[in-house]
């Protein structure tokens, strides 16, 4: 959607979808410090079903705040540094774009 011009990106649409939930949000919290974390580590961590772990780290993945790799059966997930900085770029430039900082004092 696209007002006055002003529109944000994909990615910091999908930033925003993906942290706009509480349990996605405790997820991410898990990958504090560079950690890689499997499914099963995660929906044991939460206290989730694996199926619904899987489906919040899909969704994180998405939207370019995750990353994954496959090593054998397991998948492993962890932060992607370039993803959330692209998104908090994106955001940032259009929150100055529709809402500048105020030059006036008090």
């Known amino acids: ?8 990106t994909q990615a910091a649409r999908g ?7 509480d ?5 991410l919290f898990l990958f504090t ?23 919040h780290l899909a969704m994180l993945r998405d939207a370019g705040v ?4 496959r090593e054998w059966k397991a998948v492993y997930y962890r932060v992607n540094p370039d993803g959330v900085a692209q998104a908090l770029k994106d955001l940032q430039a259009t929150l100055r774009a529709c809402c500048p900082p105020s030059t006036e004092c008090g």
């Open 1 to 8: 959607m696209t007002t006055n011009g002003i529109e944000l």
């Open 15 to 21: 930033f925003l979808k993906a942290l706009a939930s």
């Open 23 to 27: 349990t996605r949000q405790q997820i």
């Open 33 to 55: 410090g560079g950690v890689e974390l499997t499914v099963n580590e995660v929906a044991e961590k939460l206290s989730l079903a694996q199926s619904a772990a899987s489906t």
């Open 66 to 69: 995750l990353t994954s790799r």
